[in-house]
């Protein structure tokens, strides 16, 4: 009783999340964290080794990035989550004092390893790294995530192929019975845990798992198992339906998504939390992604063109360099090219987010959806 | 004679000398260039293909750099001179408002390509990108860095091995001939054309190119050829000697050195500008220069060290990361490790800088050479 009392206070001292505006489902918010306030809708640059890539903490704040997130799967392997407890956390390592979420490992294992078997237990894998064999249970996935210390943790998932019917019952099944495990270990007050609903491209399982999920009165819940290979119009029917059965005074994070078109979409559907390697991976493939669309750097049409990568855009790559510039880094085999695409393309997604919550505040956020879907439509790249 | 006037008026009013105080053969002095003074001692970062490799313009700003590099050579090959002329020249380009030194591309023609033939008109050779045939002659080099529009630019030289007498010879007698036509073709009056001294290991040699060289009055004097292959004690030599047939009252550059040891001999032999690669190549090989050594950052050593790369250096790596983390980075590949590198490195030599510069101004530079003689000696990686 003492405990519980201390452990709700923890809690509402450290996080909660204020609704501010509401417009058609789209939603303006605050999710309040121990290293400070989220304001949501939300793009988090993913930062899956501790680094955000090539840039430093200090380009990320003058992008007005809010959180990071980082892979407890590369994390578990190397450096290893102890050292980076050792070493003060997550924050103290990578020198990022604002909001981090780490996700469990369950993609990754489940995207990158070799599995050699799944059961009610766990997932035993072997290394990408190394071949070195390891097992992730819930209670190690949080033990991890402990060690790490972000803000945001996540309840560890299986992440079935979302078209197998009797896969994703099952993987539902077990993920229910993981978040329950999930939640029954964790043991730090500084961390807000999120719930994970799953049930592939199945409406039917999708709204069974929002159903059990938030009854486990997380203080927030994400929606996992999309994007990822499904057809958009699966995910939209999906995202059309979940948000409904999710609590509405708690934060709603779409994993691992996506584009503006995306995020856009997301919003629309009540989503408030995106995050995806898009923006850096698309930097490292020189291609520059616009609000409707994308630029391929390397062609020979930018190489005498003196004008930004996009003509209205404030960020530090654009007020600084020329197409011209940028595809002759890139062609060079410059670092400074991805950099300088990274610092475009995260501050293009960063800035859509806060032209969304903008909207949503001021109760204009549909003409903002008919507008940018006629443009995305117009440019025809953004699918 | 009005030419000359205006030549000369264009001349002061863009660049000037002043030497602030002198200590011993060091000096402490002030080269006013189109974009800002150069206070030397100064170190350039080298920006290769116009940019240091993953650094922008603001960062290095940040690490106090006065001035940066580039080269004629890739630059004329890729993206082209013209192309960059026509987008406002290489300040414009790569957005560096402070001085720019170009080099005249000899070097590079020497070490990179695959000659085809030397002339005294000039070096025919094959670009080490595409095997495309190109020549390179004095008027060419200098019309190509006209078109840079760096603040100081090179006259072409021809670069042999050092150690070869009778080649030497006739690649100093080139060399000269070649810095007069480079100073009579030379157009632009916002440029400062330095001249280059020859000669190889050998002393005589050395005080004929130099002797003649200083007889041209260029605005200040580089030594070349030195720093590429020959032993460590016969660079001093010809650096005990070179300088004290260099006039006065005009900034000294010694070319492409070096190490934190070579840049405080350098400065005990009377040379005011330094360059060189070694600061971002070590951060890619995964070393870290300190003022007396070298720290190879992968050792198993420092897997759980959570102090910074050198105790008490000021810089961004430093102040904000563990050698842990820079570890972790190096080892998982993500480029943020080298970028890091890069600015601890850089900030290594430039700081440096600023210290020999203050013992000059105080007069206290035999004492500073001698404490740094010692605690080299110690440490014994910085040979």
């Known amino acids: 009783m003492l405990f519980e009392l201390v452990y709700n206070h923890a809690m509402i001292k450290h996080f909660s999340y204020e609704l501010q505006a ?11 964290t121990p290293h400070g306030p989220i304001q949501t809708p939300v793009f988090a640059p993913v930062g899956t080794q501790a680094a955000v890539k090539g840039l430093t903490p200090d380009q990320l704040i003058n992008l007005n990035a809010q959180m990071v997130l980082a892979n407890t799967y590369h994390l578990y392997l190397r450096p290893g989550s102890e050292i980076i407890a050792g070493l003060g956390g997550l924050h103290e390592f990578m020198n990022w004092q604002k909001p981090i979420l780490t996700d469990s490992g369950g993609f990754q294992v489940f995207s990158l390893s070799e599995i050699n078997d799944i059961s009610d237990d766990g997932v035993t894998f072997q290394s990408h790294i190394d071949g070195s064999s390891h097992t992730l249970t819930p209670e190690k996935s949080i033990k991890i995530q402990e060690d790490l210390g972000a803000d945001i943790i996540m309840c560890f998932d299986e992440c079935p192929d979302p078209h197998d019917r009797a896969y994703n019952e099952s993987a539902m099944d077990r993920t229910h019975q993981w978040a329950l495990r999930c939640k029954e270990v964790k043991s730090r007050q500084d961390q807000a845990l999120f719930g994970i609903v799953q049930g592939g491209i199945f409406p039917d399982l999708r709204i069974q798992s929002a159903e059990f999920i938030s009854s486990l009165d997380f203080p927030g819940n994400a929606i996992g198992g999309l994007s990822v290979g499904e057809k958009k119009t699966d995910m939209l029917d999906i995202l059309d339906i979940v948000p409904g059965y999710l609590p509405k005074d708690k934060p709603r994070y779409l994993m691992g998504v996506g584009t503006p078109l995306d995020i856009v979409q997301g ?9 995806c390697v898009n923006p850096t991976r698309l930097a490292r493939h020189k291609t520059a992604i616009t609000r409707y669309g994308r630029l391929n750097i390397t062609k020979k049409v930018f190489e005498k ?33 991805p950099i300088l695409l990274s610092i475009h393309n995260l501050h293009t997604l960063i800035d859509l987010t806060t032209d969304l919550r903008a909207a949503i505040i001021e109760g204009s956020f549909s003409n903002f959806y008919e507008d940018f879907l006629a443009k995305s439509a117009d440019f025809g790249e953004n699918k």
Chains 1, 2 share one sequence.
Request: charged share 25%; hydrophobic share 35%.
């Open 22 to 32: 509401v417009d058609g489902k789209s939603r303006a918010g605050v999710f309040n």
């Open 267 to 275: 919003v629309a559907r009540g989503i408030d939390i995106f995050d």
């Open 305 to 337: 063109d003196p004008s930004p990568l996009v003509d209205d855009c404030s960020c530090y790559a654009c007020r600084s360099y020329s197409r011209a510039y940028i595809r002759h880094l890139v062609r060079s085999n410059e670092i400074l090219g």
